[in-house]
């Protein structure tokens, strides 16, 4: 069975062993909070996260050239798009809600439904995918390798020229440079007992007990990287799509919170326009059931108060950290 990835971040481990009788009952670790760590070194060198920097930005990665990947991860908008769904080459309206990419070096499994294991096999998806920007990565080497500069900077970076594999390989370094230390959140947890508000307080202690928010949203990027049926966008089959197993059907991966607070709107089909009505959506909205009668793996807590909705939000926006510089290319010929 595949596993979720224990990162470099160190998501909270479960132990699982087999006990003998004679031994004392498994303690397993609770699910619980960490923070981001301050720095991160960069496994790739200079060189390479530049050349992603770089193509993260181009329009040639799309097939008539009109959509670069930070067309729908905008840094401006927090590495996301600020649409319910995107719209590829052609101005086709796309399937699911574009997620932030920032911190995304420290997730696995990718995308809503879970297909790509890594940042390097992720890379080359929405490029090629008809819907989206709709390349071909032959093409594409072809048309930057024609770019002399292009070319060099590739040279410089690996030591060879452009192919698929190092587009890709460039792509994912630069990404795994987007991370957002020192959120409210972060200093709190390292002991800082003036970085959160009595409400967000409050609703710490909510996300972590009653409202049971901890028991999927935890680790480093909030997250358990695990998939579940929750009540939104049944006309998606989720990962079954992926896996063609019919109890798959519409599960979708949780997503991490790290700087939701930007990212809005919400859920795989952006069906939720701010971070209240996603809360409200778990104490009261959700149904419990699919439309065929499959249980869900979250029930509304009906039995809450409404009032605990806005000190969970108030929580969810200190979750924000500090954004990572990361400027297109014509803004540095502009700074100059």
């Not at 530049?50 to 040639?60: I, N, P, T, Y």
């Not at 579940?228 to 798959?248: A, I, K």
């Not at 089909?269 to 104490?283: A, C, H, I, N």
């Amino acid at each position: 069975m595949r596993s979720v990835r224990v990162c470099q971040w160190a998501f909270v481990a479960f132990a699982a062993a087999a006990a003998s009788a004679a031994d004392p009952p498994l303690r397993v670790a609770a699910p619980a909070l960490e923070p981001l760590p301050e720095r991160i070194e960069a496994a790739a060198s200079a060189e390479v996260v530049e050349l992603g920097r770089r193509l993260f930005f181009d329009v040639r990665l799309s097939g008539d050239n009109t959509l670069s990947c930070a067309t729908c991860h905008d840094p401006a908008k927090g590495f996301a798009d600020g649409l319910a769904r995107s719209r590829g080459v052609g101005g086709g309206l796309l399937s699911r809600n574009t997620p932030t990419v920032l911190n995304v070096g420290g997730l696995e499994p990718l995308m809503w439904d879970g297909r790509a294991e890594t940042l390097e096999e992720q890379a080359l998806l929405p490029l090629q995918s008809h819907d989206e920007m709709r390349q071909d990565v032959e093409e594409l080497v072809r048309e930057l390798s024609a770019d002399a500069e292009c070319e060099s900077r590739f040279r410089s970076a690996f030591g060879e020229g452009v192919s698929s594999e190092r587009v890709a390989a460039a792509l994912a370094a630069f990404q795994r440079t987007l991370t957002t230390p020192n959120s409210p959140l972060d200093r709190h947890l390292r002991g800082d007992g003036e970085a959160l508000s009595a409400g967000a307080r409050r609703g710490l202690e909510l996300f972590r007990g009653d409202a049971d928010c901890i028991r999927c949203h935890h680790g480093p990027l909030l997250t358990d990287g695990q998939f579940y049926r929750l009540g939104v966008g049944f006309t998606d089959r989720g990962r079954e799509l992926t896996t063609g197993r019919r109890e798959d059907r519409f599960k979708l991966r949780t997503p991490p919170l790290r700087n939701v607070a930007l990212t809005a709107p919400y859920m795989h089909d952006g069906s939720q326009r701010t971070l209240f009505d996603v809360v409200e959506f778990y104490y009261r909205g959700a149904p419990g059931r699919a439309p065929d009668g499959t249980l869900l793996d979250v029930q509304p807590l009906r039995d809450r108060s409404y009032s605990e909705i806005g000190d969970l939000v108030e929580f969810l926006e200190a979750l924000t950290g500090e954004p990572p510089q990361a400027a297109a290319p014509d803004a540095d010929a502009a700074d100059g």
